[in-house]
Protein backbone atom coordinates (compact mmCIF):
# COMPACT_ATOMS: atom_id res chain seq x y z
CA UNK A 1 0.00 0.00 0.00
CA UNK A 2 1.24 3.66 -0.87
CA UNK A 3 0.34 6.96 0.52
CA UNK A 4 -2.78 7.49 -2.10
CA UNK A 5 -4.05 4.26 -0.75
CA UNK A 6 -3.64 4.85 2.65
CA UNK A 7 -5.70 8.46 1.74
CA UNK A 8 -8.65 6.56 -0.10
CA UNK A 9 -9.31 4.03 3.12
CA UNK A 10 -9.21 7.06 5.19
CA UNK A 11 -11.92 8.86 3.59
CA UNK A 12 -13.74 5.19 3.12
CA UNK A 13 -13.39 4.38 6.51
CA UNK A 14 -15.06 8.05 7.09
CA UNK A 15 -17.56 7.37 4.45
CA UNK A 16 -17.76 4.55 1.79
CA UNK A 17 -20.86 5.85 -0.10
CA UNK A 18 -18.75 8.60 -1.40
CA UNK A 19 -18.31 8.37 -4.87
CA UNK A 20 -14.62 7.93 -6.68
CA UNK A 21 -15.04 11.46 -8.43
CA UNK A 22 -15.40 13.08 -4.85
CA UNK A 23 -12.46 10.67 -3.60
CA UNK A 24 -10.34 11.51 -6.73
CA UNK A 25 -10.45 15.30 -5.88
CA UNK A 26 -9.36 14.65 -2.45
CA UNK A 27 -6.31 12.33 -3.23
CA UNK A 28 -5.22 13.78 -6.31
CA UNK A 29 -6.19 10.72 -8.86
CA UNK A 30 -8.58 10.09 -11.79
CA UNK A 31 -11.86 8.39 -10.71
CA UNK A 32 -10.66 5.44 -12.66
CA UNK A 33 -7.37 4.77 -10.77
CA UNK A 34 -9.31 5.48 -7.55
CA UNK A 35 -11.83 2.64 -8.66
CA UNK A 36 -8.89 0.67 -9.47
CA UNK A 37 -7.04 1.02 -6.49
CA UNK A 38 -10.80 0.37 -4.07
CA UNK A 39 -11.24 -2.84 -6.03
CA UNK A 40 -7.82 -3.82 -5.75
CA UNK A 41 -7.95 -3.42 -1.83
CA UNK A 42 -11.38 -5.00 -1.67
CA UNK A 43 -9.94 -8.07 -3.75
CA UNK A 44 -6.73 -8.09 -1.26
CA UNK A 45 -9.05 -8.51 1.66
CA UNK A 46 -7.76 -5.08 2.94
CA UNK A 47 -11.26 -4.14 2.66
CA UNK A 48 -13.16 -6.10 4.52
CA UNK A 49 -16.65 -5.28 4.71
CA UNK A 50 -18.66 -1.91 3.57
CA UNK A 51 -21.38 -1.84 6.43
CA UNK A 52 -23.80 1.03 7.97
CA UNK A 53 -23.23 1.88 11.07
CA UNK A 54 -26.18 1.81 13.37
CA UNK A 55 -27.15 3.39 16.68
CA UNK A 56 -27.85 0.77 19.00
CA UNK A 57 -30.54 3.34 20.68
CA UNK A 58 -32.24 3.96 17.82
CA UNK A 59 -33.62 0.13 17.30
CA UNK A 60 -34.32 -0.24 20.78
CA UNK A 61 -30.88 -1.95 22.03
CA UNK A 62 -30.76 0.33 25.29
CA UNK A 63 -28.56 -2.09 26.93
CA UNK A 64 -24.72 -2.21 26.27
CA UNK A 65 -22.08 -4.23 28.24
CA UNK A 66 -18.65 -5.01 28.37
CA UNK A 67 -18.14 -8.68 29.02
CA UNK A 68 -14.98 -10.77 30.61
CA UNK A 69 -15.44 -14.06 29.93
CA UNK A 70 -13.09 -16.83 31.15
CA UNK A 71 -13.28 -20.31 30.04
CA UNK A 72 -13.10 -23.94 32.15
CA UNK A 73 -9.77 -24.83 29.85
CA UNK A 74 -7.29 -22.31 29.06
CA UNK A 75 -5.13 -24.44 26.45
CA UNK A 76 -4.79 -22.30 23.16
CA UNK A 77 -6.64 -24.15 20.83
CA UNK A 78 -8.92 -26.39 22.92
CA UNK A 79 -12.16 -27.50 21.69
CA UNK A 80 -14.10 -25.84 24.18
CA UNK A 81 -12.76 -22.34 22.95
CA UNK A 82 -13.53 -23.13 19.47
CA UNK A 83 -17.60 -23.87 19.93
CA UNK A 84 -17.59 -20.74 21.71
CA UNK A 85 -15.87 -18.74 19.32
CA UNK A 86 -18.85 -20.33 16.83
CA UNK A 87 -21.49 -19.58 19.55
CA UNK A 88 -20.25 -15.72 19.55
CA UNK A 89 -20.45 -15.89 15.52
CA UNK A 90 -24.30 -17.17 15.75
CA UNK A 91 -25.45 -14.57 18.68
CA UNK A 92 -26.75 -11.38 16.94
CA UNK A 93 -26.35 -9.58 20.34
CA UNK A 94 -22.32 -10.12 20.55
CA UNK A 95 -22.01 -7.17 18.55
CA UNK A 96 -18.36 -7.84 18.90
CA UNK A 97 -16.03 -10.94 20.38
CA UNK A 98 -11.84 -11.05 20.76
CA UNK A 99 -9.82 -13.60 22.42
CA UNK A 100 -7.83 -11.80 24.49
CA UNK A 101 -4.65 -12.63 27.19
CA UNK A 102 -4.86 -11.38 30.67
CA UNK A 103 -7.10 -12.55 33.10
CA UNK A 104 -10.41 -13.70 30.99
CA UNK A 105 -10.19 -15.76 27.79
CA UNK A 106 -12.81 -13.49 25.65
CA UNK A 107 -14.36 -9.69 25.49
CA UNK A 108 -17.03 -9.42 24.59
CA UNK A 109 -19.38 -5.99 23.88
CA UNK A 110 -23.27 -7.26 23.96
CA UNK A 111 -26.43 -5.50 22.74
CA UNK A 112 -29.74 -6.19 24.02
CA UNK A 113 -33.27 -4.50 24.85
CA UNK A 114 -33.14 -4.41 28.62
CA UNK A 115 -31.99 -5.82 31.48
CA UNK A 116 -34.15 -9.02 31.46
CA UNK A 117 -32.78 -9.78 27.92
CA UNK A 118 -29.50 -9.41 28.81
CA UNK A 119 -30.43 -11.59 31.42
CA UNK A 120 -31.72 -14.56 29.84
CA UNK A 121 -28.60 -14.29 27.27
CA UNK A 122 -26.07 -14.66 29.75
CA UNK A 123 -27.92 -17.48 30.90
CA UNK A 124 -27.92 -19.23 27.74
CA UNK A 125 -24.60 -18.13 26.70
CA UNK A 126 -22.45 -18.31 30.09
CA UNK A 127 -24.23 -20.09 33.11
CA UNK A 128 -25.75 -23.09 31.43
CA UNK A 129 -22.37 -23.47 29.08
CA UNK A 130 -20.22 -25.85 31.35
CA UNK A 131 -17.26 -24.98 28.93
CA UNK A 132 -17.34 -21.35 30.73
CA UNK A 133 -15.91 -20.97 34.43
CA UNK A 134 -17.13 -17.10 34.53
CA UNK A 135 -17.90 -13.86 33.83
CA UNK A 136 -17.93 -10.72 34.49
CA UNK A 137 -20.28 -7.60 32.99
CA UNK A 138 -19.73 -3.60 32.94
CA UNK A 139 -22.86 -2.08 32.33
CA UNK A 140 -21.91 0.67 29.39
CA UNK A 141 -23.23 3.84 30.87
CA UNK A 142 -23.09 6.36 27.86
CA UNK A 143 -20.78 5.64 24.90
CA UNK A 144 -17.97 8.37 24.53
CA UNK A 145 -16.66 6.57 21.11
CA UNK A 146 -17.68 3.90 19.06
CA UNK A 147 -16.17 2.91 15.89
CA UNK A 148 -14.36 0.32 13.81
CA UNK A 149 -12.21 2.76 11.76
CA UNK A 150 -8.36 2.06 12.02
CA UNK A 151 -5.84 4.17 12.61
CA UNK A 152 -3.68 4.63 9.55
CA UNK A 153 -0.64 6.90 8.50
CA UNK A 154 1.51 7.44 5.87
CA UNK A 155 5.14 6.06 7.21
Do not use: W
Not at 3 to 15: A, E, P, T
Not at 81 to 108: K, S, W
Request: charged share 30%.
Amino acid sequence: MDSYDLKILNILQRDARLPAEKIAGQVGLSPSAVHRRVKRLREDGVIEAEVAVISPEATGLKLMAVVEVTMQRERPLSRPQEEFRRLMLDTPEVMQCFHVTGNADFVLVVATKDIQEYEALTRRLFVDNPDVRGYSTSIVMRRVKSGVAIPLTDK
